[in-house]
């Protein structure tokens, strides 16, 4: 059994507290140096920034629209109708992808999406159209004043092809929402 005295324990105890105390010094700088590191990084851009890149404006199913494509489609529209509003242009983005969506179905295949959609009328809307020659007719007299002194066989051919685009669009339109009422839209603008 070793003696220690009352001074060689006050020597022990003072190493013993002066090497915590070094420890504790250690820690607090090594906590201050994080510390410090944390505060720069969430004030300088250039180590921690967030910035918010596009976002879902409109849900069509399981397909997204995103304010990128929205902007995009609506600066085309503005070019050509500069009165248009941003929820016009995105109706006609979810008509687009509803109908694109049904001509896939069909597995209609075209070199562009607007060829697709106009491939997809055609096949769908367009070939059950029939224009009487009495309903030219009655369109060329109700419509005389118009044709001046035209003859009704020089201008029979334009009669047809407008009254069948005008009932391509009626058509058009109630089918756009037949295919709206059974699909998930969501819009987020």
């Not at 921690?48 to 399981?62: P, T």
Request: net charge negative.
């Amino acid at each position: 059994m070793k003696c220690i005295s009352l001074s060689d324990m006050r020597s022990e105890n003072s190493h013993q507290l002066s090497v915590i105390s070094c420890q504790s010094v250690k820690i607090k700088r090594l906590f201050a140096v994080f510390l410090l590191f944390t505060v720069y990084c969430l004030l300088s851009t250039e180590f921690c920034y967030a910035e918010l890149i596009d976002r879902v404006v409109a849900f069509v199913d399981d397909r997204a629209i995103t304010m990128l494509e929205l902007e995009e489609h609506y600066r085309d529209a503005v070019k050509l109708r500069p009165d248009i509003k941003k929820e016009e242009v995105l109706n006609t983005m979810i008509n687009r992808a509803l109908l694109l969506r049904e001509a896939k179905k069909l597995r209609i295949e075209a070199a562009s999406k607007d060829a697709i959609i106009q491939e997809y009328i055609e096949l769908k809307l367009k070939t059950v159209i029939r224009i009487t020659e009495e309903d030219m007719r009655d369109f060329y007299e109700k419509n005389r004043s118009e044709f001046g002194n035209i003859e009704f066989d020089d201008v029979r051919d334009k009669i047809e092809n407008y009254l069948i685009e005008k009932e391509v669009n009626e058509r058009l339109k109630k089918h756009i929402e037949e295919l709206r009422s059974g699909a998930y839209i969501k819009i987020q603008l």
